[in-house]
């Protein structure tokens, strides 16, 4: 925190109509950025054990520790009288958190209201064979599904415990439903940088976007960093020798950069923490599955929801809450990869924080 002067602006706007008219400002963060993109990890839990997220003897977290479904709804509609205006439900695996659709069907009310312009996901893709159409018919249009190779052994490796058909189904049964899935690719170094461009050629053939993520130094994970990181501008030269990138202006709101693929006709976006810092035009905070709101992905700052929002039925002390801590949003993030020991920048796991 260094320049600006800690303290959140107020904006007035109409909140959904649940709430009173008190609760019509939005969050503004000290750096003037309006924070309008909650994304919310549902459950630390997941089918999955990818290599660079987690370790495979992972210890979850106890039940009376997680928000119910009912509270989780009531803190994301409070985002959303606060001028939220995009959700995006992660995990761990938010389609393994039982009774998942019923948080989805009741958030949805507030893209019928207008509220909210989107309620989105991102899955590992395992289980939407079961769920792709009950999400469309709660209003969710777009999902991101994670998914870093087409070869059904490497993905075992990379995913532990996952099954590429699994996945595939569940995108076929996505597209059906009508819909529209963007492919999330983290580039491992020597596991699937080669295979990127049949990763795109398939995605871009599919009519789906595909974005590349740098793998970021989040928690312990049982394996070394530095054997997994690669810069994606490293990526973007080597596609650059097979594929004509051309700068599109396009944007989801969220941290990708597009590229259009001359030779596919398909986007491919870029998300790059540690080679490109895109912390100026950060609009995003993410809430735990234990109501712990953190600022920024890449800081240890973190402010506690589920003590106000347990403490009352009212609303007035998680709003001071959520005040207090968007005050001290900070400016942005540094993601070193520590060499000299080989530790992680943060001890968090992504899983915990939500991708
Ligand atoms: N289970 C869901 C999924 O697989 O998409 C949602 C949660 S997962 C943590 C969200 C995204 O974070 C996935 O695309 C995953 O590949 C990515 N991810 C996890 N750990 C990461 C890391 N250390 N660096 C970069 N991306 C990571």
């Known amino acids: 925190m260094d320049e600006a002067t800690p303290g959140s602006t107020t904006i007035n706007r ?6 009173g008219a008190a609760d019509r400002t939005l969050l503004v963060d000290p750096f003037g950025r309006d924070i309008s993109y909650l994304r919310v990890s549902v459950t630390d839990r997941c ?37 939220v205006r995009k959700l995006r439900l992660t995990g761990g695996e938010p389609l393994v958190r039982r009774g998942i659709m019923t948080l989805v069907g009741s958030l949805s009310r507030h893209l019928r209201t207008g509220a909210l312009d989107e309620l989105t996901l991102t899955t590992n893709g395992s289980q939407l064979t079961k769920y792709a159409q009950e999400l469309k018919d709660h209003g969710v249009r777009r999902l991101n599904v994670s998914l870093d190779t087409l070869d059904p052994d490497k993905f075992r490796a990379i995913t532990r415990w996952g099954s590429l058909d699994q996945v595939l189904t569940g995108i076929d049964a996505a597209q059906a439903a009508g819909l529209k899935v963007k ?24 009519g789906m976007d595909l974005t590349v993520i740098e793998v970021m130094p989040l928690g312990e994970i049982g394996e070394g960093r530095l054997d997994q990181y690669l810069p994606l501008s490293m990526v973007r030269a080597r596609l650059e020798e097979r594929f004509t990138l051309e700068d599109v202006d396009y944007r989801t709101g969220g941290p990708a950069r597009y590229v259009r693929v001359a030779e596919t006709g398909g986007r491919l976006g870029f998300i790059t923490p ?17 109501g712990t709101l953190y600022m920024c992905l890449g800081q240890e700052d973190a402010a506690d929801l589920r003590k106000p929002l347990r403490a009352s039925e009212g609303n007035d002390l998680l709003f001071a809450a959520i005040d207090e801590a968007i005050a001290r949003k900070p400016k942005g993030h540094d993601f070193i990869i520590d060499r000299r020991h080989k530790r992680p920048a943060l001890a968090r796991h992504m899983s915990v924080t939500g991708g």
């Open 14 to 19: 109409a909140p959904p109509r649940e709430f």
């Open 183 to 206: 492919i999330n690719v983290v580039a491992l170094k020597g596991v699937n940088d080669g295979e990127l461009p049949q990763l795109i050629e398939w995605a871009h053939g599919r």
């Open 47 to 83: 089918d999955f054990r990818c290599v660079y997220c987690m370790a495979e003897n992972m210890a979850f977290l106890p039940k009376a520790d997680v928000l119910s479904l009912e509270e989780l709804d009531r803190l994301c509609s409070a985002f959303v009288a606060r001028g």
């Open 274 to 290: 540690l080679t490109h810092n895109f912390c100026e035009s950060c609009n995003r905070v993410r809430v735990t599955c234990t």
